[in-house]
């Protein structure tokens, strides 16, 4: 079993100033390394200077992405699209917990897999799983710690840890928040590939899990559609629309699906940018998220 926290990493200087350590963090490529303190030439400096832009710029607008999430499909969104540019996961199981000993409540994000609510029953059912995750980083004094899934590992190897296996997913980010008397409110925990979680990722997850919390808390807050809602909402796409849909959410290309229905790539593309009109949204990724909202999609 490995645990890690976003203790400085080999190379890093023990800064007492934060700010410098977070524009360490946020130079570095994802692996745990800085920069060195050689000269570096204009055309260089300048280079990192457009990569720290772009890196602020990212930072920012999921910031602000988060407060736009008011409803499931949302947050779906936002997750499985633009956060991934800041953190790349492959499934995302979001935790809330109530009481002590705390009792789970989880729900699973991701892309890559066609039933992740799978992911996240597996997760709760499990009774090694969430507990495990959360003792490490309550041991960990609430920093995020990182996880390798398998038999080693405090959450064993039963059902989840295989299905991550298959996935190719077994390196698990989680980090949460916590209240002022220490007790856990919630956890979120990424899948990833094994080498994807450096030091940056782990910066980013602390950066990110405050704004991560209040989205999620606010999905929980629903609205039950009214007939008239449905009924309008179903008439939206037809009956070959919403079956495209279907094979879009299930990570079909356009030359796969033609072929599942004996249709040419082109006529799949030509439905698939009527869905995107229709929905009001800019890519296969929203327009999921777009039908998952106005409930006219049941996977």
């Known amino acids: 079993m490995r645990v890690t926290t976003n203790e400085p990493a080999e190379g890093f200087a023990p800064q007492p100033v934060q700010v410098i350590t977070q524009k360490t963090v ?16 204009g055309t260089h400096q300048a280079a990192t200077a457009q990569a720290d832009f772009l890196q602020i710029e990212s930072i920012v607008l999921n910031l602000d992405a988060a407060l736009r999430v008011h409803a499931r499909a949302h947050f779906f969104s936002w997750t499985q699209g633009l956060l991934q540019s800041l953190i790349r996961h492959e499934l995302l199981i979001c935790t809330l917990c109530h009481g002590k000993p705390p009792a789970f409540r989880a729900d699973g994000f991701s892309m890559h897999s066609p039933d992740p609510a799978l992911f996240s029953d597996m997760f709760v059912r499990d009774s090694s799983i969430a507990p495990a995750l959360l003792k490490s980083w309550e041991e960990r004094r609430f920093q995020p710690i990182v996880m390798e899934a398998g038999s080693a590992s405090p959450i064993g190897n039963g059902a989840f840890s295989r299905e991550l296996e298959r996935m190719g997913a077994t390196q698990l980010l989680s980090h949460g928040l916590h209240d002022a008397d220490g ?50 909402n179903q008439s939206i796409l037809t009956v070959r629309e919403l079956d495209i849909l279907k ?46 909202e106005l409930r006219i999609f049941n996977p």
């Open 247 to 292: 094979w879009i959410y299930l990570g079909k290309s356009n030359f796969e699906i033609g072929a599942i229905l004996k249709i040419s790539p082109l006529t799949v593309k030509n439905h698939v940018q009527k869905i995107l009109r229709k929905l009001n949204v800019v890519n296969r990724t929203q327009a999921i998220g777009k039908a998952l």
């Open 183 to 232: 007790h856990t409110l919630s956890l979120f925990t990424f899948a990833c590939r094994p080498g994807t979680v450096g030091a940056r990722q782990l910066y980013l997850a602390q950066l990110l899990a405050p704004a991560m919390h209040a989205a999620w808390v606010r999905t929980q807050v629903t609205r039950t559609p009214t007939g008239n809602d449905r009924a309008s």
């Open 26 to 41: 946020l130079q570095d490529g994802g692996n745990g390394e800085a920069h060195s303190g050689a000269p570096q030439s």
